[in-house]
């Protein structure tokens, strides 16, 4: 079983940067794959980043890419999201989730693969 906290959100301008946190309480975050999803009003939710369980294999929606940054920090049982460049259309809900396989695959691009989700973080961002 894991716990997910998000932590970070808040109102930002264009062009500005933010950084979420996720952290996990529960045994077996070390061993988990780990995501970010958003879902702004209206819209699915969808996803944004993804890392592996050692760090070392890292995915990012193409609307994110050159601008985000995911990373995690076993020892601190947590997950980080460094959002730079920010756009309006950036702004959503952010959720954190945890995959209980070690490994990403194509699947980490689907909601359906993760087994644990955070309450979420609003981020919004100002033009």
């Known amino acids: 079983q894991v716990q997910l906290v998000e932590s970070g959100g808040g109102l930002v301008q264009a062009g500005g940067s933010q950084r979420l946190s996720c952290t996990a309480s529960g045994r077996t975050f070390s061993s988990c794959a780990m995501g970010w999803f958003r879902q702004a009003p209206g819209k699915e939710r969808e996803f944004v980043a993804a890392i592996s369980w050692t760090g070392g294999n890292t995915y990012y929606a193409d609307s994110v890419k050159g601008r985000f940054t995911i990373s995690r920090d076993n020892a601190k049982s947590t997950v980080l999201l460094q959002m730079n460049s920010l756009k309006p259309e950036d702004t959503a809900v952010y959720y954190c989730?945890?995959?209980?396989?070690?490994?990403?695959?194509?699947?980490?691009?689907?909601?359906?693969?993760?087994?644990?989700w955070g309450q979420g973080t609003q981020v919004t961002v100002s033009s």
């Open positions: 989730a945890a995959d209980q396989k070690p490994y990403l695959s194509r699947s980490a691009y689907y909601a359906s693969e993760y087994d644990y």
